[in-house]
């Protein structure tokens, strides 16, 4: 009993999860995609999601930040009810990398990444140099410092995926949400991204949670593995428990074989 009176005094003084949901349960018409899901990203920590199209990833995001409604269950943001945030409150602390953007509209690659700003900005006010020069220093993490005036529609894919990473930066929320982080990105930018982006999250006390198809990113990257199996099912836990080939061939519906090597392991269809 004394060992657990002086845990819970520890975790009185711990920060509240970053994310966290109870008996979270989706549906999208007659299918469920999955039921009961309690999962929770602390301080620091990343979650990947994985599992066949349809699955549920980006629904899973689009819920957690409140852009569809759930079946039933409760999320928290910071120790706090989703719905008990106003926009603006959830639009500093929340940001979503979507997996398709919508950039069509003429603008330089700065003007698209002080939009990250925005969130942050009083009523009528214009942004400022520290506006600016977050901005700036986003840009410059995705190595588009020499574009800052060029038109986004003039840009390549992989390029307005950076400039894209470069406006959540720029936002500074608490919580990471990514959608296919890799789209339209070579080997070297997907590395270098996340590997900002994981930076922030460890150093600063924030979460990340990302939906991709691409295993070995979710195996590099994430602490742990929400892997959705079909049919409301899924798998939860940390990283090296859940990456499995027996796990990913089941969720995936083919084989999945694993090498290890002294850095970690490679997945790949069998």
Same mark, same amino acid.
């Given at each position: 009993?004394?060992?657990?009176?002086?845990?819970?005094?520890?975790?009185?003084?711990?920060?509240?999860?970053?994310?966290?949901?109870?008996?979270?349960?989706?549906?999208?018409?007659?299918?469920?995609?999955?039921?009961?899901?309690?999962?929770?990203?602390?301080?620091?920590?990343?979650?990947?999601?994985?599992?066949?199209?349809?699955?549920?990833?980006?629904?899973?995001?689009?819920?957690?930040?409140?852009?569809?409604?759930?079946?039933?269950?409760?999320?928290?943001?910071?120790?706090?009810?989703?719905?008990?945030?106003?926009?603006?409150?959830?639009?500093?602390?929340?940001?979503?990398?979507?997996?398709?953007?919508? =950039?069509?509209?003429?603008?330089?690659?700065?003007?698209?990444?002080?939009?990250?700003?925005?969130?942050?900005?009083?009523?009528?006010?214009?942004?400022?140099?520290?506006?600016?020069?977050?901005?700036?220093?986003?840009?410059?993490?995705?190595?588009?410092?020499?574009?800052?005036?060029?038109?986004?529609?003039?840009?390549?894919?992989?390029?307005?995926?950076?400039?894209?990473?470069?406006?959540?930066?720029?936002?500074?929320?608490?919580?990471?949400?990514? =959608?296919?982080?890799?789209?339209?990105?070579?080997?070297?930018?997907?590395?270098?991204?996340?590997?900002?982006?994981?930076?922030?999250?460890?150093?600063?006390?924030?979460?990340?949670?990302?939906?991709?198809?691409?295993?070995?990113?979710?195996?590099?990257?994430?602490?742990?593995?929400?892997?959705?199996?079909?049919?409301?099912?899924?798998?939860?836990?940390?990283?090296?428990?859940?990456?499995?080939?027996?796990?990913?061939?089941?969720?995936?519906?083919?084989?999945?074989?694993?090498?290890?090597?002294?850095?970690?392991?490679?997945?790949?269809?069998?």
């Amino acid at each position: 009993m004394a060992g657990n009176s002086m845990n819970n005094s520890k975790d009185d003084t711990r920060k509240p999860p970053v994310l966290q949901t109870r008996a979270l349960s989706i549906t999208m018409g007659a299918r469920e995609l999955f039921r009961d899901l309690n999962l929770t990203i602390e301080a620091g920590q990343c979650l990947g999601v994985l599992g066949q199209n349809g699955t549920g990833k980006t629904s899973l995001l689009h819920t957690l930040i409140n852009l569809r409604p759930s079946d039933s269950g409760a999320i928290m943001i910071l120790g706090r009810e989703l719905n008990a945030w106003s926009r603006r409150e959830l639009a500093t602390r929340l940001g979503i990398l979507f997996q398709s953007g919508n =950039d069509d509209m003429p603008a330089t690659v700065m003007e698209t990444a002080l939009l990250g700003r925005h969130p942050h900005l009083a009523r009528w006010r214009w942004e400022n140099a520290e506006d600016v020069a977050q901005a700036h220093a986003a840009l410059t993490a995705m190595q588009l410092d020499g574009l800052v005036e060029r038109d986004i529609t003039t840009l390549s894919g992989g390029e307005r995926q950076r400039v894209a990473i470069a406006t959540l930066l720029a936002q500074r929320p608490q919580l990471y949400l990514l =959608d296919e982080p890799g789209n339209h990105l070579d080997i070297a930018f997907q590395i270098r991204s996340l590997d900002v982006i994981r930076q922030r999250v460890v150093t600063e006390g924030l979460g990340l949670c990302m939906a991709t198809h691409d295993i070995n990113l979710a195996a590099r990257f994430c602490d742990q593995i929400l892997l959705l199996t079909g049919d409301g099912e899924f798998l939860l836990g940390a990283t090296h428990v859940i990456l499995t080939p027996e796990n990913l061939s089941r969720a995936y519906g083919c084989d999945i074989r694993q090498v290890t090597y002294e850095g970690g392991s490679v997945f790949f269809p069998g």
